[in-house]
Every structure is written in structure tokens, then in C-alpha cells.
């Protein structure tokens, strides 16, 4: 499966520099220790696990599993039996047992520049404490589940921290949501208590969270479902917090005193006034091993999205070695993912997998594009970044202002760049490759899902000869095999569906309060493998390049959504009798939300009702899934069974004339409408 050596021609390699001193140093050493992941996975899985801390050792297997529907229950346990915190891990046996008190966590790095803090291992454990006694006093207790809808500030790191510390599980949602989101997942997860900000700017649009999070609330109430309690860090508006937090108030900068924030005093509390003169020191909560740790919400090809569940261990030791593995770590680095907390790639490599390793992270509120398009190598210098992580929709969106911008900066502390959430087209890549890198840094195109914990197919930067576009080679303990519609595994050069024959230690282990979903989404279409959702390539090297998703699953600008989603959004409006949503390339978001509408009768199609549309999408869901185009389509192309064929508006949404095979449509006569009516002519 894996190449017996190293492919010379069409590949780039990493350079001799960057192989001396590297964990994984040469393409013979990756596969030595890729067959012992596989053969004595204990063994392998040891040498991370002796550096953390365990109360207890595990009682049975390493890893025990069952991932065939056929034969029972799925189910998949890693070390269980062992206690452990994994906040305790990250935090207080860096700083007592690592002496690494003193070292940066975080570079916070704010969304107007000149706003910044940097807060020490030693700071962090002190702040996690206090909040966790907090919340704590709050009532919260192990198991329970506790909401997190905030911007990208060190406090969010910290309520994640202290929940984990008190055994809590934080479901985060991504601040961009809409308070409809909010509310579904508060209620999914049965939250009994919210953490929130006032506001924050996102470039020069100022954002007022705390309103959209009483909205939620109040959904929450009228579905009979009320949230008591809801913690609010004042990030914008000013307080006499000085003696609170010391260095850490909002500078003038970002101070906002127009802000209006709703209070409602039977519920709210104010972060700053509830952590103040409570103690720094909480005794971590002992968690097994299969405890929860976190949920958190990813699009579901039926509409609902599915809280993704995440347990202690497997997933501290998994994030731990691949973040140390993929970004070839070492103590002198500076780290930056670019992501948002809100997803899964900041939860794997902002927070756990980073202090997990005692690293030290830029942590940034901003965008790529403010003030200018010059901010990212900006940062990159600011901080001396050695290892700098974003997603390609990033990469292309910069790659349009040319390579100025980023030569302005001398970006001389790169090593290693990294990126995740889409397929990364070749031009794109090598984009980043020569311009940012300059051709000195490795490219790891890492793919990952939600679902996996982090990163599963992944070349090693110091080992892997890379191919552009291709995420190259599973990781240590991750089987994959392609198979074809029939289920047959295919061998060689071939392509298909991207499946993992076994669990790795970070892989998900249900689907909150519906095992079910998580046995028919996962693993039922093929028993015995984990079904990604994913199209798969494997070239005559061996090599793996994803091809997209291949459910009805959307990736805009490395965001997945489902048109289930957004139709349902769509036909709420009373105008709309039926939707149907498609992807259309482009250029810098990867796929753009392509939208039929079919409309009651009487009502006819106009500007207003289309702006009107477009809002419903957004307040629904949130600003990532307002749909670029929407189109009047007073029939649909249906099958005779009444199945949307996607495919052929998939074609129509591009011009493309050439539809395949038709002869299952029931009404051919509305493809020409279609065509017809195309709502972007010309392009
Ligand atoms: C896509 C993000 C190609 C893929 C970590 C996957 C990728 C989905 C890559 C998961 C990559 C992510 N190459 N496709 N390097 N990384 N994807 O759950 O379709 O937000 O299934 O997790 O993103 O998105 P999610």
C-alpha cells in the first residue's frame, strides 16, 4: 500500500536542513514506524502516552473495537480504565513537571493591529483555575455540558480548559453562526449553561454576539428549553477591570463604547466579576479515559447536523503525536493555525495539540484581509513564525493580490507550511510553496475530518516527498483503502470511496444522543470500514488525492455544509414552494451555493424577494452559507420516482450542456427553462 521506496521523479523533496534533528527524518523511517503503528499499535502509542500523566493505568486492551455493523454495536475504547485530566496534561504538567511555566502559550494578536497580549503556560493554568472554580460555583458539574459561542480570545481557550478540568463537556460554536444554529445545538446537547462575549469586530464590522446569544436564548425558552445561566466576557466594552486582569483590559483600540448590550439579570453574569477573588489553584477532576471531552456540531447530509463526540484519551494522545509528527515540532517553534476555535481544527491545533506539546501559538482574532492583505506575513515576522497552518480558500484568496504583498515581509522564520479543509488545487499550492516558502518549506496538505480528531492522510514534511495536491500517505495507525460502489477494496492505481479499515486513537465515538445515526452515517454503506463521505485517487505511486465529497455535501471556502441545510432553510420562506442547492466551482471559496428556487403560485420572482432569500439562508444559518446565487426555477429536473437530479443542476449551475444520460427525467421539457433563466449568463 505504501511505496517500497520513495518515488524520485515529479516530487519535491524536503531539504537536508530540515531532516537533521527531525522526528520522522526519512521516507524508510516513516514506514518503520508506520508498521509498528499498525502491528503493535501498544507499543507505538506508548512512547506518547509515557509523557503524560495518568492517575491510573488502563485496565484492558489498548484498543478495543468493534467497526462492523454486521457484528454488533460500534464501538471504539482507547485505554479505558485509565484516569487522566487532559487539562491537567496540557496545562499543570507543563508548568510543574516540564518547567515550562515561564514559556508563551499565546501570542493573542487582536483584529486591530497593536492590539496584543501574551499570557505564559504558568498564566493560563492560573486563569483555567479560576474559571473552573467559577463554573464550578455555577453548578456545573462532570458530564454536564456547557455552550461556547465566543471570538477568538484567550478566554475562549480557557472556558474549553475548565471544563475539561472539571470533567465538563464544551460544545463550542463557531461565533459566525445564526442564533437559530445556536439554539439547536444548545438544545441537542442539552446545555445547561452559555458562555458568551459582548461583541467583537470582525475586520471594521462590528459584531454584537451578545445579542444574537439572547436571541438563541430565547428560541431555547419558546422550545421549552431554558438555559438559567449565561457567562459574558466583555471583550469591547469597557469596565473598571483593571485590578482584575491586570494587563489584559481592552486597550482604547478596541474598546467599543456604542455597543448595546442586553442584560438580563436573572440570567446573565459578567465573566470579569464572577473570576474576581476566586481562587487560582482547582483540583482537576479525574476522568476515564472514555469520558467525554467535547462535542462538537458538523453538517449532516440530512439537514441536522450531528454533535460529533470526542472522549479523553485517544484524543489527547492523537492530537498530541500529530501535531508533533505533521508540524515536526521542537521546542524553539512558533506555531500559528489560522482557523477558528469554533471548528475542529482549532480545538486539535490551536488548543489541545499545541500545549500539549508545551508549544508556544499566535492565537489571532483577525482577518487575512485587514487593514490589508499584507496582515498574515505581518504576523509571521511580528512573531518570528516557524510553522504557520491555514486553509486554501486563505491561500487563494491572497494569491489574487499577487506576490507584493507578501514579499514585503521577509518571512525569513518559516520552516513549515501546512493546510487542511478542501482539496488543495496544484496552482494554489504551489502559490504558497514558492512565493511564501520560497521553496525552502515543506507543504503538509493535511486531510482530516471533524470525525477523525486530526489529521489522518498527511505527508511528514521531513519524510514524505511531496506531490502538490496530494495529502500523500495515511498516518501512523490509519489503514485506508479505496473502495468501489460494490464495496470491493481496489488495489493500485485506482478511484473511489476513501474508507479506514480500523480506528485510530482520536477517531469519534458516537453521535451525541443518537448512537444510531453515527452506525448508518459511518459505517453502514460498507460494514467493516468508516465510510469519510470523500472521493479518493490513488496515483501509480501509491499516493492519495481527495477528490471532494461525494454525499450531498457543500465545501465553501473549507466550511462543509449540507444542501439539505440550506433547502430547508429556503422553502421556510413562505414564497418557496421547493429548493434545490447545488455547488458551483470557485475560484477562492472552492465551491460557491448555487440555489433553485421553485416558488408558490401567484408569487413572482424579483430583486426583493431574492435579497430577501438570501437573508433567510444567513439568519437561519449564519453568514458562511448565504448563497451566491439564486435562480427561479419554475420546475425542477426530477426523475420519475420525484428524486432530484442534482447532477444535471450541478451542470446547469456551470453552462455546461453536456448532462449524461437524461433518460430517467420525467419532464425533460424544464431543462431549457433552466438553461433559459441561468442566473449568472456568461459565466
Ligand atoms: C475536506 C476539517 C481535501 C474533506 C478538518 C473532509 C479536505 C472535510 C482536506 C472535513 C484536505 C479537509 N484535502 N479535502 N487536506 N481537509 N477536507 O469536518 O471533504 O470541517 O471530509 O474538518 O473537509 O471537514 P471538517
Redesign the pocket.
Known sequence: MIPDKAPGEDVLHASGDLKKGAHVPSFEKYKELYVKSIESPEEFWGDFAKDFFWKTKYTGKFLDYNFDVTKGAIYVKCMEGALTNICYNVLDRNVHDRKLGDKVAFYWEGNEPGDEKTVTYRELLQRVCKFANVLKSQGVKKGDRVSIYMPMVVELVEAMLACARIGAVHSIVFAGFSSESLCERIMDSRCSLLITADGFYRGDKLINLKLIADEALEKCRDKSFPVEKCIMLKHLTKEDESTVHGSLSPPAKRACSDLQVPWNPEVDMCWHSLVCGVSEECEPVWCDSEDPLFILY?SGSTGKPKGVLHTVSGYMLYTAATFKMVFDYHPDDVYWCTADIG???GHSYITYGPLANGATSVLFEGLPTYPDVSRMWEIVDKYHVSKFYTAPTAIRLLMKFGSEPVQKYKRDSLKILG??????NPEAWQWYYNVVGEKRCPVV???????TGGHVMTPLPAATPMKPGS?TFPFFGVVPAILNESGEELDGPSEGYLVFKQPWPGVMRTVYGNHQRFETTYFKKFPGYYV???GCRRDKDGYYW?T??IDDML?VSG??LSTAEVESALVEHEAVAEAAVVGRPHLVKGESLYCFVTLNDGISYNQKLEAELKKQVRVKIGAIATPDFIQNAPGLPKTRSGKIMRRVLRKIACNERDLGDVSTLADSSVIDQLFENRCCTGV
Open positions: 458538523t471548528w475542529i481544527t493546510t487542511v479543509g478542501e482539496p488543495i496538505d493535511t486531510f482530516w475530518q471533524t470525525e495529502a469519510t463521505g470523500d481527495i471532494g465529497r465545501n466550511h462543509l
